[in-house]
């Protein structure tokens, strides 16, 4: 294994580390009633908005670096291809009586 994506690896490791503990970190002080006001001020919820977009980037960047196509999404082994297309005739929707 190489030095650079060892990096790599350990840097994601890190990130991943970071936005579950930011997560659990929100989800502990995130009053259970919806109508209770939040211990955190809004400053505080718009600097944690934007360490998870600084970390979603950095992760971005990794996996394009290293040749992840990070667009792709999970499928079902029997859901068709997404390069498939299904056209459907608008005739064939119109009720015949």
């Given amino acids: 294994m190489s030095q650079e994506s060892t990096q790599f ?4 490791r890190i990130l991943m ?3 579950k503990t930011l997560a659990n970190i ?4 995130t009053p259970a009633d919806r109508h209770l006001q ?14 998870f977009n600084l ?11 290293a040749g992840i196509n990070i667009t792709e999404r999970p499928r079902f082994i029997d859901e068709p291809a997404a390069t498939k297309t299904n056209v459907v005739s608008i005739d064939s929707l119109i009720k015949k009586s």
């Fill in 26 to 29: 929100v989800k502990d002080v």
């Fill in 38 to 51: 939040s211990p955190l001020q809004d400053s505080t919820i718009e600097d944690i908005k934007m360490c």
């Fill in 17 to 19: 580390a970071m936005r």
């Fill in 55 to 65: 970390i979603s980037a950095r992760e971005y960047e990794i996996a394009k670096e």
């Fill in 9 to 12: 690896t350990t840097e994601k």
